[in-house]
């Protein structure tokens, strides 16, 4: 008698460890077959190569193949339904990407319908470039979220049947996504989730390669593999025209992780590049040029910033900056009402719907690329929203400018050394400064003190500079050492970054509450303590400490507040306003 409970002991570790291993399988079978989703249904199943042999570094087709079936989605079961595909994203929400030329209405009420039929209001996000996919996004109800396995929703408008007849396909998941690609000239840039790791991990180049849903599967030699970003040479086969619209059709585009037999997960397509013929550069103007339109461009990434953004745009104009370049980050603010008040106003405003989540590294070095295939601007300078640029001796000068801290006439021949393909410039952070609110006068104004010690660096980089693999960190870039290009820091008297990083609280909270850079994935979670882009002292609870208004005040500094003044206060009939303030 004394034996059995042992052995009933024993039995039930044994059927512990067979549990977890079915699962610990079953999981990542789930992550570990691509499923591409074809803007056209197809029935024929997807052949991928299996094999490890290259064909010179350049495309392999499939001899040994395993076969995936390509899903698609197909939700007839419910009335009034759109085919989409789905990626669960933080915070429980669910991006749900629309497939091309599905028609839908952009006046009409749309709702995820999930399984268990629960069902949550689909928020419109914007158009994807590129493709023109329409996106969505909605949140995960309380009772979908203890399922074990998670089912992609169905979208659905409000009057639509409540009954799902056939199951789902698994909602993919953003920590292991190819999310976007880039067609240059030269190769493909695909951006990708999960694929490399933090703590300076990335895979070897060798490791990966690109696969192209064409044919029986294509495949290419990955010749970079840093961040989220990998480069590889474009396929060699001619892209079949869309019997419709008489272009090139969109081909699934992934990464295979080779040693691991495993295709990522993928939304991305690929489109080939075409290169314009000369006499179309002037004609239409997107054309890559042979010289940038713009000498000096602004690049952020933006999450409901209007309130924010006519004071920095006016500000960084009059020093010199001639284009602005804004990742939007899924806003749903007013913005784009205010990017058109300001383009009939002068200012040239270029826009970049960037829905992905907690990519800023990723959407910059996009931003590199994409600069280049417009031919855009020869130096892009990136800086936040909240930071202003600009050196204590303008308070002298007559015309000041950025441009001045570029460097002039230098020799760009190949072979030359020491060129300058990247201006640093440290940062001041500013404090709450004794505010409560949002400064109406705007933010130079409102916010005057600051911490002593100057704080990490922003960038102003040479686009043709930029190392090929577009690492970058905190905006920084790795410069073309390969080709002589170094960086240089300027003193404190040549430039600086004014940094409004610890506002108002309601200002400071929304801010963090979904920071867009990934050293900090949620700041109320007890991860990365160490990282700068914590706030000191602050811990992981979103509660207002009770000095938060004196908090990171060591330094009165009002210099930028009396330029800003001489330059933008004006004088009304109600007295003195800020040429960026409400009227």
């Known amino acids: 008698m004394r034996r059995r409970p042992r052995t009933t002991f024993i039995v039930s570790i044994l059927s512990i460890i067979t549990f977890a291993s079915f699962s610990l399988y079953f999981s990542r079978n789930a992550i570990s077959t691509w499923q ?4 056209i249904p197809k029935t024929k199943a997807f052949l991928l190569n299996t094999t490890s042999n290259t064909n010179n570094n350049n495309v392999v087709q499939s001899n040994n193949v395993n076969q995936l079936t390509r899903q698609t989605r197909r939700v007839s079961s419910v009335k009034d339904s759109l085919s989409t595909v789905s990626v669960l994203i933080p915070d429980w929400e669910i991006l749900v990407i629309v497939v091309v030329n599905t028609p839908f209405s952009s006046s009409q009420q749309y709702h995820c319908l999930f399984p268990d039929k629960a069902r949550s209001l689909a928020r419109f996000s914007g158009v994807l470039p590129y493709t023109n996919r329409a996106t969505f996004k909605c949140d995960m109800p309380e009772s979908v979220r203890r399922h074990r396995m998670f089912s992609q929703p169905t979208l659905v408008t409000g009057t639509s049947e409540t009954e799902l007849l056939k199951p789902m396909p698994q909602l993919m998941k953003w920590n292991f996504l190819v999310f976007e690609s880039f067609s240059t000239e030269n190769d493909v840039v695909v951006f990708a989730k999960g694929v490399n790791h933090r703590n300076g991990y990335d895979r070897s180049p060798g490791e990966l ?3 192209f849903d064409f044919g029986n599967g294509v495949r290419t030699a990955v010749t970079s593999s840093v961040q989220e970003v990998f480069r590889c040479p474009h396929p060699d086969f001619e892209p079949v025209l869309d019997s419709y619209y008489g272009l090139p059709q969109r081909i699934g585009i992934s990464l295979e992780i080779v040693a691991e037999n495993t295709v990522v997960p993928s939304v991305a397509y690929y489109i080939p590049s075409s290169k314009p013929k000369l006499d179309a550069v002037a004609a239409q103007g997107d054309s890559v040029q042979a010289q940038p339109k713009y000498v000096l461009c602004a690049c952020t990434m933006v999450h409901n910033v209007a309130k924010f953004l006519r004071e920095w745009v006016m500000y960084h104009s009059k020093v010199g900056v001639d284009n602005f370049i804004l990742y939007d980050n899924g806003s749903d603010d007013d913005l784009y009402s205010l990017i058109r008040e300001l383009r009939q106003e002068g200012y040239n405003i270029s826009t970049v719907f960037w829905i992905w989540p907690k990519t800023q590294e990723a959407g910059f070095s996009h931003s590199v690329v994409y600069s280049k295939s417009k031919g855009l601007c020869k130096w892009i300078m990136y800086v936040d929203v909240d930071e202003f640029v600009f050196s204590p001796s303008w308070g002298h000068e007559s015309n000041p400018s950025l441009k001045s801290l570029l460097p002039h006439k230098q020799p760009l021949e190949e072979g030359t050394r020491n060129k300058v393909g990247q201006v640093s410039m440290k940062c001041l952070e500013f404090g709450p400064s004794g505010r409560r609110r949002h400064p109406e006068e705007g933010v130079t104004q409102g916010y005057t003190c600051r911490m002593r010690a100057e704080q990490r660096h922003k960038s102003m980089v040479m686009v043709d500079a930029v190392d090929p693999s577009l690492r970058n960190v905190i905006h920084h870039f790795y410069v073309n ?23 108002a609280w309601d200002e400071f909270k929304n801010k963090f509450r979904r920071r867009v850079s990934a050293y900090v994935v949620d700041w109320k979670q007890e991860l990365n303590p160490t990282s700068k882009d914590r706030t000191p002292g602050l811990g992981f609870k979103p509660i207002e400490p009770e000095d938060w208004t004196q908090r990171f005040c060591e330094v009165t500094d009002l210099r930028l507040k009396f330029l800003t003044r001489k330059w933008f206060r004006l004088l009304t009939p109600n007295g003195y306003r800020m040429a960026w303030q409400k009227r």
Do not use: I
């Open 36 to 39: 591409p989703y074809s803007d």
């Open 481 to 503: 050492e390969k080709e002589g290009f170094v960086s240089k820091q300027v003193s404190l008297e040549e430039g600086l970054v004014n940094h409004y990083k610890y506002q």
């Open 209 to 211: 390669r690109c696969v």
